[in-house]
């Protein structure tokens, strides 16, 4: 094996919700109910028979390498491995393994006629309650040694749909529409930075359902509801079941699940490379102070994932670039990771006992760190996007607030704020690990991300529509028991003078009239009259005063 990759695609869902109510239908509970995606996802090959536990040894090396709450959100685990403190963790996760057929690899063309073939390792999918999930392709490389191909691989493997179209230059020389053809948009992307066809499949072959070459982007009403549509090779993953990457399909309920990407359109890459000349290489120099791998064109590459062509010219940039990315503390024994905010790679000498045990952790615990921290990362946009929504509703409903409406507001507030700390406090962690290049790793991944300063923006954003919305609601209140008190004012002042006229006829003797055989029926109106206006006014403070 000369390579590994594994690709992650972090995406957000939604599940279709029938016959609800509005509040139900933005209800957080409603829209990521595990329970009910499970449902559906039952009827694709999305398999969910397997839940952790520690029948092989390497299962061991990966479960106790992380602390007893992050395994809580890292793995859907069996019986024997709950305890009370944990209980909840599988209400938090789903995971799945696609059932892939005999002989399917991972398919790669470029647009001039060269071939990668990977052999899948497995297809994996985890689900949160959060709204997010993750699929990851797991790929070894048997076949490409060259380095060369190895970013190739890594820079065209990775491809969701075109970052951009390509154009020709008449609209920019002139003050004319661009006019550029549906065959050239398509085809200049494609020698820069888009695979020809991306598939799943046979080696050898082009023909699959899981077939994508991108060329539906040549037409504009395939996009103009927005770029991102779902590659061909992920969307049969979920072949029985409808999805759509557009929130209109799901609201009219054209579709039964949405799925949209939470990065760009490009897949998240792990990758380990074995190469013993660049390894000796680095290696050599490590105890020179100016480090050979800050100025190695490959590192850059390998790193920030290009192709071919570096995407920078600038010499000190690139220097300071590779040397925050680079985590160095094994570099004399020609070991170097890589970190960015798409790509986690390790380079060491070439496949042997050596290397075996660190392609295992990159197999196992590294992937799961990578994975939580794409969870949160991805977590923290899914829900920026829903209090953009609670905001917005507040628009809507500005010139007409009532009291039921800030309610309803203030609910999805209290719904989304709730949802937001038990993410907070299950999903997101300082720490993972004791083990110290765990610690170590693990920083980089959450700072290339910027992981916490997201985190403290979305907490600081939720507090203040949380005091604003609070805010309305007090004054409402106050205007409400205003009002209140004016209408109970008015009802008490006729029952009071009815009551003392009444009481003035009886000449304080009360019981002379409420036990006589003749009814007296100024006192009785008078009494009558007073217990009905109480009573109103106990309905109407019970009502608003007690409710708010």
């Known amino acids: 094996m000369y390579s590994y990759h594994i690709f992650l695609f972090p995406f957000k869902w939604e599940i279709l919700r029938n016959k609800k109510s509005e509040s139900e239908r933005n209800s957080m509970s409603e829209k990521y109910r595990l329970s009910d995606l ?42 024997r491995l709950i305890e009370e403190k944990t209980e909840s963790g599988n209400d938090l996760i789903k995971h799945y393994e696609y059932d892939i057929p005999e002989g399917m690899h991972y398919c790669i063309k470029l647009n ?28 070894r490389n048997c076949l490409h040694k060259d380095a060369v191909d190895i970013l190739k691989i890594n820079q065209y493997g990775r491809r969701l749909f075109p970052p951009f179209l390509a154009l020709n230059d008449s609209s920019i020389l002139t003050k004319d529409k661009d006019n550029t053809s549906n065959e050239e948009a398509i085809n200049g992307v494609k020698n820069v930075e888009l695979p020809d066809a991306i598939w799943l499949g046979e080696e050898n072959s082009l023909s699959s359902d899981y077939y994508e070459n991108f060329e ?12 991102f549509r779902l590659p061909k090779f992920i969307e049969k993953l979920f072949d029985g079941i409808k999805v759509s990457s557009y929130k209109r399909d799901l609201c009219c309920g054209f579709t039964n699940l949405y799925i949209d990407t939470v990065l760009d359109d ?59 990315a680079t985590y160095t503390r094994w570099i004399d024994y020609g070991t170097l990771w890589g970190v960015s905010r798409y790509s986690f790679v ?3 000498s070439e496949y042997d006992k050596s290397s075996y045990f660190i ?30 929504r609670v905001v917005n509703s507040f628009k809507e409903k500005s010139n007409k607030t009532k009291m039921k409406d800030v309610e309803n507001n203030l609910k999805q507030v209290r719904d989304l704020y709730d949802y937001f700390m038990l993410f907070k406090n299950k999903m997101c962690f300082v720490e993972v690990t004791a083990q110290e290049q765990g610690i170590e790793i693990y920083d980089m991944l959450q700072s290339a991300m ?12 939720m507090n203040d529509i949380y005091n604003y ?49 003749v009814p007296y029926w100024p006192f009785w109106i008078g009494l009558v009259t007073v217990v009905v206006f109480s009573c109103l006014a106990i309905l109407l403070f019970k009502k608003f005063i007690i409710k708010n």
């Open 346 to 348: 390790c380079l060491t």
């Open 112 to 139: 001039c006629g060269k071939k990668y073939y990977l052999e899948i390792d497995s297809i994996l999918l985890n689900i949160y309650s959060t709204g997010t999930g993750v699929i990851s392709f797991h790929l």
């Open 450 to 461: 910027k992981v916490p300063q997201e985190l403290d923006t979305i907490e600081k954003k």
């Open 469 to 517: 919305t609070n805010l309305i609601q007090q004054t409402l209140e106050t205007e409400e028991v205003g009002r209140l008190t004016k209408v109970m004012f008015y009802l008490a002042l006729p029952a009071l003078v009815v009551g003392i006229y009444s009481m003035s006829l009886t000449n304080g003797n009360i019981s002379e009239y409420v036990f006589s055989s």
């Open 216 to 227: 539906r982007y040549s037409n504009k009403e395939y996009y103009e509801k927005g770029p």
């Open 359 to 388: 392609i295992k952790h990159i197999q196992s615990m590294y992937y799961k760190m990578v994975e939580l921290c794409l969870l949160q990362r991805g977590s923290v946009l899914s829900y920026s996007e829903e209090l953009a």
């Open 266 to 324: 490009r897949m998240f890459v792990i990758s380990w490379y074995g190469n013993n000349d660049i390894a000796d290489n680095f290696k050599n120099k490590s105890n020179d102070t100016t480090g050979n791998y800050l100025e190695s064109d490959f590192w850059y590459k390998y790193v920030f994932v290009d192709g071919e062509n570096k995407c920078i010219q600038n010499y000190q940039m690139q220097r300071n670039l590779i040397e925050q």
């Open 38 to 79: 499970d449902k559906e996802l039952k009827k694709t090959k999305w398999n969910r028979d397997r839940t952790f536990n520690l029948d092989y040894k390497d299962c061991y090396n990966e479960y106790n390498f992380f602390y007893r709450q992050v395994r809580e959100i890292l793995y859907e685990q069996s019986g």
